[in-house]
T-cell receptor, first 112, second 113 residues
Framework: DVKVTQSSRYLVKRTGEKVFLECVQD?????MFWYRQDPGLGLRLIYF???????EKGDIPEGYSVSREKKERFSLILESASTNQTSMYLC???????????FGQGTRLTVV | EDQVTQSPEALRLQEGESSSLNCSYT??????LFWYRQDPGKGPEFLFT???AGEEKEKERLKATLTKKESFLHITAPKPEDSATYLC??????????????FGKGTKLTVNP
């Protein structure tokens, strides 16, 4: 079975902190994605990566950056956390050809 | 612009009462349509992929179908454990030429015993 693991289930951070969300997949997938999910807005794509050190902006990249130094690991960085970044963050991975994506369990981030 | 609209937003059924969820989409050249199930506080769980109009896939009490403009998720004789939010997504091409998934907002299904 594909496994996508996010480092934390719950996080509470203060406004202005730099926040790192980590994601690891064990299926050698080329593509990795970061989404956020908010009530009434659904899943929105923040950033994705189609190869090591390669990244592409999604629909809502402002206030975020990403890092992919190894194929299995994809990090989401909140440079200076703000309260409007309180959300559920979901990491996913897929093969390059078949974009059926597999998701991690999610990180519920609260910024106070 | 690639878009996915799901209806209804919420659906409440009695156990055993069959129904369907709708996913309508607009995308430049459909390359895949995906159904996911999401339980509260968890990540989406993959259910089905459909690629072409007329295609059908089944899993237990769920059956997904696809036309040129929409997909249906039929739930036959549902049980309380089928309660979840069901998400639909289409494969779309990004400005950079890569592939991504565009999701609908989901249908929250509640099945009462």
């Amino acid at each position: 079975d594909v496994k996508v693991t996010q480092s934390s289930r719950y996080l509470v951070k203060r406004t202005g902190e730099k926040v790192f969300l980590e994601c690891v997949q064990d299926m050698d997938h080329e593509n990795m994605f970061w989404y956020r999910q908010d009530p009434g807005l659904g899943l929105r794509l923040i950033y994705f990566s189609y190869d090591v050190k390669m990244k592409e902006k999604g629909d809502i990249p402002e206030g975020y950056s990403v890092s992919r130094e190894k194929k299995e690991r994809f990090s989401l960085i909140l440079e200076s956390a703000s309260t409007n970044q309180t959300s559920m963050y979901l990491c996913a991975s897929s093969t390059r050809v078949n974009t059926e994506a597999f998701f991690g369990q999610g990180t519920r981030l609260t910024v106070v | 612009e690639d878009q996915v609209t799901q209806s209804p937003e919420a659906l409440r059924l009695q156990e055993g009462e069959s129904s369907s969820l709708n996913c309508s989409y607009t995308v430049s050249g459909l390359r895949g349509l995906f159904w996911y199930r999401q339980d509260p506080g968890k990540g989406p769980e993959f259910l089905f992929t459909l690629y072409s109009a007329g295609e059908e896939k089944e899993k237990e009490r769920l059956k997904a179908t696809l036309t040129k403009k929409e997909s249906f998720l039929h739930i036959t004789a549902p049980k309380p454990e089928d309660s979840a939010t069901y998400l639909c997504a289409v494969q779309a091409r990004t400005q950079g030429g890569s592939e991504k998934l565009v999701f609908g907002k989901g249908t929250k299904l509640t099945v009462n015993p």
